[in-house]
């Protein structure tokens, strides 16, 4: 085992006794919600996790361990300090640890810490990818190369539109990442159930997306997939409304010259002020739904 990472007790009997485990980030509470609902939302989805027969494994660095499984203190913690935590990408996992310091794991740096781990399920709300305007800024998340490199399937709701959803999957289409669309043929934007583009594989059975891991595996590919759920019904927003929400929190950020790493949390920050509250809500029920289905593909495979 890997002389930083630190699994917690229930996640290392739960992977000692080949039990469902799934990994879920720490971005999404310390960058990605509002305290108390980021820890509201944290400890549920570790909840619905056990209650779809899988082990939740919440990953941080904590003092410098890349920690697998983390207590309800620690996620405490880390939705009270909120943006003062870190936001740990890749590159960030190194200095984090040489220093003995805290971070709030995005989609990429999870990733990395659920492989070493073995684990090889992951479920977010969104994950991130080429940006509006990348071809001037080359802004491209370290998510994406990740997906490309680690060997974790990541069930996500799509990636929301401040990204260019087209650029995004040919970016993914270049780097050899299955898009999969659970129940769908299109790619859902995250608030809602449709974007205009297509996934590469329809899959309507956890089973069915069990076995193209599996075979990924076999074949000794080391790169992830992408699960993208849709949104529940009831809960999708009205694509005017959240476009309209989009276009003005692009705007603001142009203006302020918000660049680099605080980008998305200023964004989804953004999003959330415009929208009233409404997409936290809608936002919280996406992350649910896709705890159920990595849940219930850890346990398929
Ligand atoms: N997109 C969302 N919600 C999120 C994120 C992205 O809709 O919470 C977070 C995830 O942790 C993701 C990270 O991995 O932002 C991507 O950041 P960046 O674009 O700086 O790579
Ligand atoms: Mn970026």
Redesign the pocket.
Known sequence: MNMHLQISPKVQKALDEGRPVIAL????IS???PYPQNVETALLCERTARENGAEPATIAVIGGKLCAGLTEEQIEYLGKAGTSVA?A?RRDLPVLVARGADG???????MIIAAMAGIRVFA??????V?RGAETTM?????MDELANTPVAVV??G??S??DLGLTLEYLETKGVPVVGFGTDELPA?YTRESGFSVDYRMDKPEEVAAAIRAQREMGYHGGMLITNPIPEEYSMDKSRIDAAIEQALREADEQGVK??????FL?ARIKDLTGGDSLAS?IQLVLNNVRLASKIAAAL
């Open positions: 980030e720490s971005t999404i960058h990605g919600m936001k990408s709030a794991t995005t989609v990429a740096a999870t977010t709300g969104g994950v991130g990818g940006h802004d491209i998340s370290a998510d996500c709701a990636a929301k401040i990204l995250f680099g790493k605080k980008i998305t949390p989804l936002n």
